[in-house]
Each structure stands twice: as C-alpha cells, then as structure tokens.
C-alpha cells in the first residue's frame, strides 16, 4: 500500500465525511474489515476523489446519484452530508434525486429522497449550517 496516498486520502475523507464520522470508522476496524477500511481510504479518497479533474460538489452529486441507484441508503447518509460540506445545496441535491427518479426507478428516488432528508436535518441539528 501506498502511505502518501493514504493520508491523503484519509485527509480528503475527513473533510468529506467529518472527522468524527471517519475516526469512529476507523476506530471500529478490526482484523477482518481493517484492510478494507485502508482500501477505501487509499484508492476511493486518496487516487479518485484526490484528483482534481472535477470539483468534490461535482464528485459528491455523482455519488448521490450512484447511491440511490444502487440502493445504498448508510453510504447515501453519509455522502448526503459529505455534498453538503462541499458546498452543495439542498435544491442541487434534490435536483440530482429527481435525475434519479427518471434514470433510476421512482421506488429508488422515494426511499433517497427520505434519507435524504434524514441526513440534511441531522446536519444543519449538527452543524447548525442551512445549505
């Protein structure tokens, strides 16, 4: 594995997802999912969202839709904060889950549209933000 990349992934990640959220990720590994967890962060967050190619908005909106297709809803949560701590409004993401709705199936844009929502209250109750 590649060290380099892995902090700056797990720095990428953190700044995504939140610290807090990574750490306890991090924290709950063990000698079974631990490797995975070093993938992740390596390959997901230090050699595909560190590239600069495209924005993290545009890279976080890519991932909702991916997610609600994919019927994903913890990985959905999680990355319906991380858009918004990448600048991402609340329209953008409901535009993305209607985009889902046409290309992914209505059932698929229902359940997201809720966790969603979920996921946008917990943040502003959390971050006192209101993207």
């Not at 490797?35 to 190619?53: F, H, I």
């Not at 908005?57 to 991916?66: E, G, K, Q």
């Not at 889902?100 to 502003?124: H, K």
Request: some cysteine.
């Amino acid at each position: 594995m590649n060290d380099e990349l892995y902090d700056s992934g797990l720095a990428i990640r953190k700044s995504v997802l939140g610290a807090e959220f990574v750490d306890k990720a991090l924290a709950s590994a063990d000698e079974f999912n631990e490797p995975l967890q070093r993938l992740v962060t390596e390959y997901c967050w230090g050699a595909v969202w560190g590239r600069e190619e495209l924005p993290k908005a545009t890279r976080s909106m890519l991932n909702l839709a991916m997610l609600s297709v994919l019927n994903r809803p913890n990985e959905l949560k999680a990355h319906v904060r991380g858009a918004l701590r990448n600048g991402v409004t609340k329209a953008e993401i409901r535009e993305v889950l209607l985009q889902v709705a046409i290309y992914g199936g209505v059932p698929a844009a229902v359940d997201s549209f809720r966790v969603a929502r979920e996921a946008i209250a917990e943040f502003e109750q959390q971050d006192g933000a209101q993207p």
